[in-house]
């Protein structure tokens, strides 16, 4: 169900549960932090780096925006399926961006799986330069 009434706003630890939902209705490949006690660590260390778009109380949409004070990060954009192609992931990655530029981010990358195309091309019809030449190692 759409709703025109969609807010964005910081996360708190009570969206929790609903983030995880989110996360797994939307597609995200799961990792070794989605669980409660690693959002919140986060939303400790830095409560606003969660961003949530929330309609008639369900959280439909989210965001991350990380600074580590070198480089801003974007990661975890996520959408309900039932609230795409409204515009919701634009406005999530323009509010993640504000509040990192307005925390001292200078440079700014978006984290997205390759594999994915919605992913891919929702950040290719971005604006955002694709740095093909990166190779991203991980460990954990």
Do not use: C, N
């Not at 369900?58 to 975890?76: F, K, L």
């Amino acid at each position: 169900m759409r709703s025109s009434g969609t807010r964005l706003r910081p996360a708190t630890v009570g969206d929790g549960p609903q983030l995880l939902d989110l996360w797994r209705e939307a597609g995200s490949a799961p990792t070794r932090t989605d669980d409660l006690g690693s959002i919140e660590k986060l939303l400790a260390f830095d409560p606003g780096a969660v961003i949530v778009a929330e309609a008639d109380s369900r959280i439909v949409g989210s965001v991350i925006a990380g600074w580590d004070g070198w480089r801003g990060s974007i990661y975890r954009l996520a959408v309900a399926p039932d609230f795409r192609r409204l515009g919701l992931g634009r406005q999530l990655v323009a509010r993640a961006q504000r509040r990192l530029e307005e925390i001292g981010a200078l440079r700014l990358q978006a984290i997205v799986v390759e594999t994915d195309p919605r992913a891919t091309s929702f950040w290719r019809a971005s604006g955002w330069e694709e740095q093909v030449a990166r190779v991203r190692f991980v460990t954990g």
